[in-house]
């Protein structure tokens, strides 16, 4: 059956008219200048320029700017409960709004592990008082993410969650996969699954290879996704269950996905901004801010990687926003924790590394980071059709600024592109027509 996603129940918006900037959205095909215009959290008008300032409107002059749906990150690590020195709900939705998300999905690796319908409902409700972006919770597949027995997948659908997994932890058993994958079906509801073969990857630290190799590091090899990458294709096709596979990073991984496909196996994949951009070329300085699981790979991978995002192979772009402590990052590369934070530089990374080289187009770009995860995930949202929820990203595409951690919004300062010099930027970020970001221009 297919659950409903509910909105949060928040005061209605004051009238808002985004003027006169380039409105995009890949589900209708629309691509024109003109405006857009914002009733009660619902779009009422978008196409050609209204003769009059409707009574009462706010007027946003959007001229130079992109007006597309809102972005949707489908893979972020939010840590509260049990982390909340790193991160909370409260402080990742104002990151990912700073960012131009509009909604995010919280994976499960929490303390205590959102694997029930409390857990979840902790998760609506903070969100809710966060009244920033909206977050979604992704309910464990396993009870205490042990892979051992079901976590009760109804209850925590019906709670909210919109999503399984066990993320940060693969499913090792193809059992308990299989019967994941056949109970999910029931909820329509995606089971996604950290592709990684434990016993070829343990103690590893980067990529396997020539530069590992130099360093003195254990490394992982890319057959450690491959392998659980092909096993879940499959065990989609015998269950006819959805199979979303997180962070591919092999060129390997890339091709088994396309055989999925082709044989219509219903099988999604998603690409993080870092492995479309750094390679294992990073680890050379022992960065721990290049630490990350799966490791950054090769530039075959990543070209690998590149063309999958623009021929559609790869569905979906998504964070894997990982947050840490300093202290925790300030260890011995082995030592260290995986991850990064993502949620505030990821557009401004896909638009340097995909659309100004001229790989993908703004289209694709909009497409890959909100219409096709609303159109996976169930979710409100990722079209700018008249009458649907006003989620919104305006974005500048040629904004030029330089990555400085310290202002990010999120608590995590955990990123490879400190100082880096990136083009595209967010500038609003609107919820149900209400703006929950805007930045300031100078």
Not at 80 to 104: C, K, L, M, Q, S
Not at 155 to 169: C, F, N
Not at 219 to 231: C, K, S, T, V
């Amino acid at each position: 059956m297919s659950i409903a996603r509910r909105v949060p129940n928040v005061e209605p918006a004051a009238p808002t008219l985004l003027r006169g900037g380039r409105l995009l959205d890949p589900s209708t095909g629309l691509d024109s200048p003109g405006d857009l215009f914002i009733v009660d959290g619902r779009i009422e008008h978008v196409g050609d320029r209204l003769e009059s300032t409707p009574d009462g409107a706010e007027v946003m002059d959007c001229t130079g700017l992109i007006v597309s749906p809102g972005f949707i990150d489908v893979h972020c690590h939010l840590r509260e409960p049990g982390r909340e020195d790193v991160e909370t709900v409260a402080t990742g939705a104002r990151a990912a709004a700073a960012g131009g998300f509009t909604a995010i999905c919280a994976m499960p690796n929490t303390s205590p592990v959102t694997d029930n319908q409390a857990a979840v409902g902790f998760i609506v409700r903070q969100a809710q008082l966060a009244n920033a972006a909206r977050v979604y919770p992704i309910g464990a597949i396993s009870v205490g993410q042990m892979g051992e027995k079901l976590a009760e997948f109804g209850e925590m659908v019906g709670a909210g969650a919109v999503a399984l997994s066990d993320d940060g932890k693969p499913v090792v058993s193809a059992q308990l996969m299989r019967t994941a994958l056949e109970y999910a079906r029931t909820f329509n509801v995606p089971v996604i699954d950290h592709c990684e073969e434990p016993t070829l990857a343990d103690g590893g630290a980067m990529n396997e290879g020539i530069v590992s190799a130099r360093l003195g590091l254990k490394g992982i090899p890319a057959e450690a996704e491959e392998i659980m990458a092909i096993r879940d294709i499959l065990l989609a096709r015998r269950t006819g269950g959805h199979v979303h596979l997180a962070h591919m990073s092999t060129r390997g991984s890339v091709e088994l996905i396309r055989w999925g496909k082709e044989r219509g196996i219903n099988v999604t994949a998603e690409v993080c901004p870092h492995h479309i951009s750094l390679t294992e070329e990073r680890v050379l300085g022992y960065d721990t801010n290049a630490k990350m699981n799966p490791p950054l790979r090769t530039a075959a991978d990543v070209e690998a990687l590149r063309e999958a995002v623009a021929d559609g192979t790869i569905d979906v772009v998504a964070t894997d926003h990982a947050p840490h402590h300093y202290d925790e990052k300030e260890r011995e590369f082995a030592d260290a924790p995986n991850g990064i934070v993502g949620l505030e530089t990821a557009l401004a990374v896909v638009v340097t590394n995909l659309v100004v080289p001229g790989l993908i187009s703004w289209s694709t770009l909009v497409d890959r980071m909100a219409c096709t995860p609303a159109r996976i995930f169930h979710l409100p949202g990722g079209t700018l059709r008249r009458g649907t929820v006003a989620d919104i990203t305006v974005f500048d595409p040629d904004a030029e600024w330089t990555v400085d951690p310290t202002t990010f919004l999120s608590k995590g300062r955990n990123t490879p592109y400190a100082g880096m010099a990136l083009r595209g930027r967010n500038r609003c970020t609107i919820v149900e027509g209400r703006i929950v970001y805007r930045a300031s221009v100078t």
